[in-house]
Nanobody
Framework: QVQLEESGGGLVQAGGSLRLSCAASRRAFNMLAMGWFRQAPGKEREFRAAISGSGSTTYYADSVKGRFTISRDNAKNTVYLQMNSLKPEDTAVYYC??????????????????????WGQGTQVTVSS
């Protein structure tokens, strides 16, 4: 079992930045592929970014490429999502997710929330115009 705890959400003006953190309880953190998803009211959970267990491979939704950066520190059991140039449409609850494997052999598997085994409680990100 893996417990995930997100932090770093908040209210920011358009064009601003936030850094989300997700701390995992598991020791072999490098054996977990990690992802960030968001969910706005009335909408489905949506992929934002993912990273392999070693940190060598990253994936992004098209709408965040060039603005968001996912990274991880395996010594601290933590994954980050640096969000720059935020837009009002980025407003949502952001969730950290872990897959019980270090990588997926098909990149498309990172994008599907159904392939992740553990989820945090979510952190609210609100971007004002």
């Amino acid at each position: 079992q893996v417990q995930l705890e997100e932090s770093g959400g908040g209210l920011v003006q358009a064009g601003g930045s936030l850094r989300l953190s997700c701390a995992a309880s598991r020791r072999a953190f490098n054996m977990l592929a990690m992802g960030w998803f968001r969910q706005a009211p009335g909408k489905e959970r949506e992929f934002r970014a993912a990273i392999s267990g070693s940190g060598s491979t990253t994936y992004y939704a098209d709408s965040v490429k060039g603005r968001f950066t996912i990274s991880r520190d395996n010594a601290k059991n933590t994954v980050y999502l640096q969000m720059n140039s935020l837009k009002p449409e980025d407003t949502a609850v952001y969730y950290c997710a872990a897959a019980d494997r270090p990588l997926f052999y098909s990149s498309t598997h990172y994008y599907d929330h159904r392939n992740y085994d553990y989820w945090g409680q979510g952190t609210q990100v609100t971007v004002s115009s």
